[in-house]
């Protein structure tokens, strides 16, 4: 029988409909990836090769730096601070009792201050492990999102200041140190101080990290991560004690600030070994590797019963741990060219209707570099190519790895597959499940080279009054490009519903109703006001069950049980969040349960 005759029959077999599917499947696997995807490592390689010609290694043939006088650099650091405060004036008047951003992950964030706190001042709690949340088992938190810079920070203040202001000067003291680290860096590689101010605000200010200060305070922290990357430099050039030291420090700092920096800043360490070896022939560079594995080793080690515990419960756990996002939470090609949500045209129709089709939500696809920035580069490319070829190669190699395992354009996934399609399968890379993070890094290179752009604008020619006006227009335009306001915030409050609720002796639990994530988040943020365990709540990377996974919602005799067996006295609906996806029947409630207290935002029943 023929080659095509045994086609025909399998096609007969299993339906013509299903046939196509199957060959289409394996088209895409097995001829469309691997083809496209040559295809594409090929240009890359192309590209990268250029630039390893054309570029200077590590060394000092920069020049020293010139020094920066105090006056000056206290003057920087207001100007960041005043546009700071540009930023976020319209939640000045709130700072003390809502929450910079909308009702979501910040409301999980500030459950982390609250839970901090509470470890401090009660005996007998584990820092790792709650069930104050998903009562009665609890959870453990070896996963969850928290930023030990910023809780020994907010630990500190916590007898001065309040706890939602607390969190809202954590959100906004990122932009001003993020700025200064940067000017530092970008005026130690430019020795052009306007430059280096620029350069300083496009980096702090990006449009990722604004999006991120709306929700995520550990995501936000990015302010240690230019001065990681400047004394890696100079103790890379140098040998100086000092700067390996402010290295292992700046690196320990990103690393207490989220585990997605430790992640990203070993990936740095490891681009730049690389890079350096292929620059200087060799496979084995003493010196780079004794400083690397110092700077590394010292937080390594410091952090080594949590990360040890992070890897043995990442085999253990492997499905909940790995779980989603290395292919959804991405950079999409085109979402670079695109003002994102946050942006002043980002209610524009044509560019809401582009940013609907980029995968993730809105703030893991805010990666918008910026028109005029894209503008001044394209104009000076030829003048600081050179000069800031690195630079530029390590733009592109973190930006092919933010883009997630396959390249995303317009929201379609292309069969074009990427690094980062091979890194997710290696323990601990693994773990960071959302690639368009590693935009920080991209956006760090992003100000250099921007940076670079405007010191050849401003140094080449002759000065003239046009040439000025020019460079003037031209910065505007940066600050007005990157220029968002934010007015969302998060009121931090008890419904008077739970003042209904009657103490007891005996330790009990609350179910709130109705669920899903935004609500979970909520839920936590009152229970940092009432204090009382509840069956709902938000971990990330749930590794066990808990009496919400297996509750009964239909039959709500057999849920009464449950709850009555597992103390849990109270139920409370929250009529305001009931809708068409999270829908709960008041009705039947109120015939199986005994009506405590309503109001017209919220019904509380006892079960016992």
Known sequence: MTHFNLIFEREHKIGTESYYRITDVFFHKLLLIPLTTAIFYLLILEIS??????????????????????????????????????????????????LIGPPSDNMLQFWNIWWINKVLTKPGLHFLFTNCIFYPEGGSLLYHPFSFYNLVLAAAMRPFLSPVLIYNLLILHTFVLAGIGAFMLIHYLTKNSLAAVIGGFVFAFNPSHFAHSLYHLEISSIQF????????????????????FLCAFFFFLNALCSWYYFVFSVSFIILAYAYLAVKRKRVILNDVLFKSLVTVGATS?????????????????????????????????????VPDRYHWL??????????????????????????????????????????????????????????????????????????????????GFSFARAPSRLIVYVYLFWAIIVAFALKAMLETGKSNIRKKFFSAAVIICIFLDYCRVD??????????CYYQLKKSPDSFGILDLPGGFDENCRYVMYQTLHGIPIVQGFIARKLTPSLIDYLELGNLAKQKDQLMRNNVKYIIIHKKLISSARPVDIDRYKKTYRLEYEDAHNIVFQVY
């Open 49 to 98: 090769s250029y630039f390893f010609k054309k570029s200077r290694i590590f060394s000092n043939q920069e020049g020293p730096a010139k020094r920066v006088s105090m006056r000056y650099f206290t003057a920087v650091g207001g100007l960041y601070l005043s546009i700071t405060a540009l930023f976020f004036y319209p939640t000045f008047p709130f700072l003390n009792n809502c």
């Open 346 to 427: 980002g209610r524009v129709k044509i560019i809401e209707a582009i940013n609907a089709l980029f995968t993730g939500n809105d703030t893991e696809k805010t990666v918008y570099l910026g028109i005029i920035n894209i503008f001044i580069v394209s104009l000076a490319f030829k003048n600081i190519f050179r000069w800031a070829t690195k630079y530029f190669l390590g733009f592109l190699v973190f930006l092919v790895f933010s883009m997630g395992a396959f390249l995303h354009i317009f929201g379609w996934i292309s069969p074009i597959l990427l690094p980062y399609g091979l890194i997710r399968l290696i323990p």
């Open 301 to 337: 080690l410091i952090l080594m019963p949590w990360l040890f515990r992070m890897f043995i419960y990442g085999f253990r756990f492997f499905e909940e741990v790995q779980f989603l996002g290395h292919n959804t939470y991405v950079a999409d090609m085109v979402a670079l060219f």
């Open 487 to 496: 007015n969302l915030k998060t009121r931090v409050y008890l419904p008077p």
């Open 225 to 244: 991560l230019p001065f990681f990357v400047l004394f890696f430099i100079k103790t890379v050039r140098g040998n100086s004690k000092k700067d390996l």
